[in-house]
């Protein structure tokens, strides 16, 4: 079992950035990010494995960047050029637990 905790959601701009983090409560490697919007399906974002190698969604790729600290169990996603479309709650994912975080809001907005 983890326990995760996301944090760094707000509201910026169109084009403003965000870094949204997720702390697990034990040692581990591999995290995934997720967002659902209203009334569309949850869907991944960027996901990093254990031995380092990410992935992201074609709808972020060049502007979200998934990395980790291994020495504090954080996992960090670091959005740029923020668009409306990315307007959503966002969620972090322990693949080997299945265990999800509570979600932060992120709101693109003029």
């Known amino acids: 079992q983890v326990q995760l905790v996301e944090s760094g959601g707000g509201l910026v701009q169109p084009g403003g950035s965000l870094r949204l983090s997720c702390i697990a409560s034990r040692s581990i490697f591999s995290f995934s990010w997720y967002r659902q919007a209203p009334g569309k399906q949850r869907e991944l974002v960027a996901g990093i494995s254990s031995s380092g190698s990410t992935n992201y969604a074609d709808s972020v790729k060049g502007r979200f960047t998934i990395s980790r600290d291994n020495t504090k169990s954080t996992v960090y996603l670091q959005m740029n050029n923020l668009k409306p479309e990315d307007t959503a709650v966002y969620y972090c994912?322990?693949?080997?637990?299945?265990?999800w975080g509570q979600g932060t809001q992120v709101t693109v907005s003029s």
């Open positions: 994912k322990s693949p080997r637990y299945d265990s």
